[in-house]
């Protein structure tokens, strides 16, 4: 059985919870867990580069000179790919589609080993329960001040609550998302986690159906 200390806001061990062996108890594989991260970086990739064809140069409708007599190549319009302000032939377009796809209990699995790495590491941590009456920075920091924290930390919030991600906004160290959208990109992207009780739950439920 995997278990975790269990702290209140005051930074002191309250009890102990107990982790599914099938979501902190999975052997890491680089290469997979890279495979995930680099699938949702490219989801999110949006293409800038976009050179315009012949059909989207302006100008260019009256035929330059005549098809015959003059002794030059014909031309159909001075926007052609072989004049100077032209088309562009197989240049960059903004229609560019970047996503990869893989599959939906592989990327399950790359998450499951890099919260396993976390568990490992002694990067998780477990409170009673994280509430705010005012969505107010200053006293979500005086809390945060109280736990073992080092550098950045995701939190992992049951449900939403609004309190609470109003009051991370303003802190570059953290972010929050709901324990039935975890992602391995975000996982990876900060050095803690931190889970009300309640999360574990939700993430047992959520992935383990």
């Not at 995930?36 to 989801?43: D, I, L």
């Not at 599959?103 to 976390?118: E, P």
Request: aromatic share 6%; net charge positive; charged share 30%.
């Amino acid at each position: 059985m995997l278990k975790v200390d269990v702290l209140n806001l005051e930074g002191k061990k309250t009890g102990e919870a107990t982790l599914e062996a099938k979501i902190f108890d999975i052997d890491p594989d680089p290469s997979l867990i890279q495979q995930a991260a680099v699938t949702q970086s490219a989801g999110k990739r949006r293409p800038s580069a976009h050179t315009k064809t012949k059909g989207e140069v302006r100008g260019g409708g009256k035929k330059p000179w005549k098809q015959k007599g003059t002794g030059r190549a014909r031309q159909g319009s001075i926007r052609s790919p072989l004049w100077k302000g032209g088309g562009v032939i197989f240049g960059p377009r903004n229609k560019r589609n970047f996503t990869l796809k893989m599959n939906r209990k592989a990327k399950r699995k790359a998450m499951f080993m890099v919260l396993t790495d976390k568990l490992r590491n002694k990067k998780i941590i477990v409170l009673e329960k994280l509430e705010l009456v005012k969505p107010k920075t200053k006293e979500l920091v005086a809390l945060l001040k109280k736990l073992p924290l080092k550098n950045t930390f995701l939190t992992i919030l049951p449900t939403t609550d609004l309190n609470i991600i109003r009051a991370t906004n303003n802190l570059k160290i953290t972010s929050c998302c709901r324990a039935d959208s975890l992602n391995v990109y975000d996982l990876l992207r900060y050095d803690f986690l931190l889970f009300p009780k309640e999360s574990l739950s939700v993430l047992k439920k959520t992935y383990l159906k």
